[in-house]
């Protein structure tokens, strides 16, 4: 049996009051794609940012490769959080730095990759989002479309073991959305674990191997997308798809 790359035990998320995340057990295996969906509040980027420790768990584990990131020391975290790379709805990208140097930061500072080897890396990762003539480019001229593929190509370039993606076509004009969600399909395709939240229904449906559904703090189903989207169980799943479909 494969060991599983996150493990979530009796995850539960609380802003004062606000109980997000209630109770979530589940599990992510190595080069499986989960695609988190459910509505707008219901704690999908809440749940991302307790994966990789960006906010702490009121209770519960979150255990990364069988490291209990919860018991661990912050250097442990951080080293841990560079295995994971994330990316956000918002690009995110420094503006005062080119494509390249955007790409080529972290590896260097970071992994201590030599100039010469981030810049060669820089490159490959651009070519693989297609973007490779824009490696001098600055952030502001580029389109959403190309500016998430660059914040991807920056993610991988820290050879992370693991991807996280919040909404990442959220922000983008529709021509753009197929751009972005075509270099995640690849990434897929070459054996990427990847835990995305979206509302682009074909790209669960097409690349998801387990989907995740969640509201009212719980994951409150976890289902094939075949099965999700024929019989979906619960009646807040079914409103859910209802609305949306
Ligand atoms: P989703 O991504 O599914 O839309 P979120 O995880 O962003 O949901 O938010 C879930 C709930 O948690 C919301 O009620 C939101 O207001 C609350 N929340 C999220 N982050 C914070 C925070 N840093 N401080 C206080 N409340 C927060
Ligand atoms: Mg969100």
Known sequence: MTKPIIEVQNLAKSFGKNAVLKDITEQVDPGQVIVVIGPSGGGKSTFLRCLNLLETPTSGHVAFNGEDLT???TKRVN???EEMG????????????TVLENIKLAPMKVKGLSDAQATQRAHELLQQVNLDDHA?????????????RVAIARALA????????DEPTSALDPEMVGEVLNVMQELANQGMTMVVVTHEMGFAKSVADRI???????I????TPADFFAHPKTERAQDFLSKIL
């Open 79 to 81: 080293e841990l959080r």
């Open 136 to 148: 001098d480019a600055f952030p502001t001229s580029l389109s959403g479309g190309q500016a998430q």
């Open 212 to 218: 995740w559904f969640m509201a009212d703090g719980f």
């Open 220 to 223: 409150q189903e976890n289902s």
């Open 71 to 73: 018991t661990l020391d």
């Open 158 to 165: 820290m050879d992370p073991k693991v991807m996280l993606f």
């Open 86 to 97: 994330m990316v956000f709805q918002s690009f995110n990208l420094f503006p005062n730095m």
